[in-house]
């Protein structure tokens, strides 16, 4: 049996424990929440602050006849206003310039694929990338939504990219023979260990005995990120850099 003394001490550094992970969320370096097509400052349901992208630092207008910000000409119930009412529209290559530290990045590209300017939603495929990543290429998002699992009306991609000392996160949307367009752009910074880890921990065995490490050279794409076990936690309740997880229940098969 274990004494009332061992036990209370267990219990006092457990609760220590607990605090200080609690106190010790991560403090992110960058964050840029940029609100594509808005002609002025908006603030999301979670209280995060958008930028308007009219005008923004970031989105120079260097060739106003190609690109345009538009509403949505439909918003159904359950996707925001904020940040999917308005889309910067462009007709041409288009790049916004990020100023940010050196380090991984979370960039997540908002999109809701309605009807803008008249415009048919269904003739939209463009590309994107992220300095030298190519991170869309021929994209849908028209065609992405019904294959979404829970349904949804809205989508966002999210990537992890690396940004050298003397960069800047360019991201870049051409869109040759089409249009492209954009709701939002997100950039959390993330702590450099967080996934790429080198060789030391390689990610996973393939097939032969050989393994793929994660070195600070490789971009990463979000496919689904799970609270196994528990329920959802949305973007505003986590550690610090406004991850999205999902319960598990939608991917559960009884066997």
């Not at 940040?83 to 908002?110: C, D, E, M, W």
Request: hydrophobic share 40%; with cysteine.
């Amino acid at each position: 049996m274990i004494p009332l003394s061992l036990t209370a001490f267990l219990i006092s550094l457990l609760h220590a424990l607990l605090l200080s992970a609690v106190v010790a969320a991560y403090d992110a370096t960058d964050i840029i929440l940029l609100d594509g097509g808005a002609t002025s400052n908006t603030t999301s349901l979670d209280g995060r602050n958008w930028e308007a992208d009219t005008n923004s630092k970031y989105s120079p207008f260097n060739d106003p006849n190609g690109l345009f910000s538009s509403y949505a000409s439909r918003q159904v119930p359950y996707v925001p206003l904020v940040p999917y009412r308005s889309a910067l529209i462009i007709h041409s290559q288009f790049t916004f310039n990020f100023p940010v530290l050196s380090g991984p990045k979370f960039l997540r590209l908002y999109f809701y694929p309605e009807t803008y300017s008249g415009l048919d939603i269904a003739t939209s495929f463009f590309s994107v990338t992220a300095n030298s990543y190519t991170l869309l290429n021929n994209f849908s998002a028209s065609l992405t939504i019904p294959t979404m699992v829970p349904p949804a009306a809205s989508l966002i991609k999210e990537y992890v990219v690396i940004v050298w000392d003397s960069q800047m996160l360019n991201v870049t949307l051409p869109s040759p023979g089409s249009f492209a367009f954009i709701n939002t752009i997100e950039i959390v910074s993330m702590p450099s260990l967080l996934y790429a880890r080198g060789s030391e921990i390689p990610l996973v065995p393939l097939e032969g005995g050989r393994s793929f490490p994660l070195d600070n050279t490789t971009a990463l794409e979000t496919m689904c990120r799970l609270n196994v076990g528990g329920k959802q936690i949305e973007s505003k309740d986590d550690t610090g850099m406004y991850r999205t997880w999902r319960q598990d229940e939608e991917y559960l098969v009884a066997s």
